[in-house]
Nanobody
């Protein structure tokens, strides 16, 4: 069965950096859209970034693109989200998602599989 397991969330001070990991299993990693989403308390879940594993094409939320980078390690079926210059408003539960879609962008509706999330807390 498909499993997505996030890790790397932590409590950090504003201006710090984190790298989140999503370990995938149960499906062929190639030709999938892998995404990161986040949800803060009292807010709707929003898209952060995606990467298409077939060719490495990436897409980012406009509000975050200057501070984040999504990447993959095909050898370990792992997707990463590097986040720099973290702000308190980045505090949220971060979720990994997967979809068998060539049209790969950070919109929630296209994704089929979801992880349980990893918590990121940014303090001033």
């Amino acid at each position: 069965q498909v499993q997505l397991v996030e890790s790397g969330g932590d409590s950090v001070q504003a201006g710090g950096s984190l790298r989140l990991s999503c370990a995938a299993s149960g499906f062929i990693f190639s030709d999938y859209c892998m995404g990161w989403f986040r949800q803060a308390p009292g807010k709707e879940r929003e898209g952060v970034a995606t990467i298409y594993t077939g060719g490495g094409r990436t897409a980012y939320a406009d509000s975050l693109k200057d501070r984040i980078a999504i990447s993959q390690d095909k050898a370990s079926d792992t997707v990463y989200l590097q986040m720099n210059s973290l702000k308190p408003e980045d505090t949220a539960m971060y979720y990994c998602a997967a979809a068998y879609q060539y049209h790969c962008y950070p919109t929630e509706r296209i994704f089929t599989y979801w992880g349980q999330g990893t918590q990121v807390t940014v303090s001033s």
